[in-house]
C-alpha cells in the first residue's frame, strides 16, 4: 500500500508527539502573527523536555496536516477564535491520547496550555 509524503509525516509526527509529550505535559504557545483582517493567526508550539525548551510547532503541523508560515514561524489557523492556542492544544491532547480519561486527568486535558 502507498503511503502519501504528507501521511507518512503526520504518523511520525503523531509518534514524535506521544513520546515528547505523555499526559500532563504544559505546552505553551505564541502568537507568532496575525493577519489585519485577524481571520489567520500563526501559533508557535513548545515545551520543556528534561530541562530543555523543545520547539514541537513543525511536528504539530504534520499532526493536523496544517501549514507552516514559512515568513512569521508557526502553525498556519485560519480560525477566528481568540483563543485559538488553547483549542489547538486540546485537539492535540485528543489526537495524542484520545478520548478517555488518564488517572485524574480528563479527555481533552491531558495537556496544559499555557500562553507566553
Known amino acids: 500500500m502507498l503511503v502519501s509524503t504528507r ?3 503526520k504518523q511520525e509526527a503523531l509518534e514524535y508527539l506521544r513520546e515528547i509529550c505523555p ?3 504544559k505546552v505553551f504557545t505564541h502568537v507568532t502573527h496575525v493577519t489585519r483582517s485577524g481571520n489567520s493567526r500563526s501559533i ?9 525548551i523543545v ?15 514559512t515568513k512569521h514561524g508557526g502553525v498556519k489557523n485560519e480560525a477566528r477564535s481568540q483563543n485559538i492556542g488553547f483549542a489547538m492544544v486540546m485537539d492535540l491532547a485528543f489526537l495524542l491520547h484520545g478520548f ?7 479527555a481533552g486535558y ?4 499555557i500562553w507566553i
Do not use: C, M
Open 7 to 9: 501521511e507518512k509525516a
Open 23 to 25: 499526559p500532563g505535559t
Open 44 to 52: 508557535d508550539f513548545l515545551i520543556v523536555s528534561e530541562g530543555d
Open 55 to 69: 520547539r514541537i510547532t513543525h511536528y504539530v503541523a504534520d499532526a493536523f496536516g496544517d501549514n507552516i508560515d
Open 100 to 106: 478517555q480519561d488518564i488517572g485524574d486527568l480528563q
Open 110 to 113: 491531558t495537556l496544559k496550555h
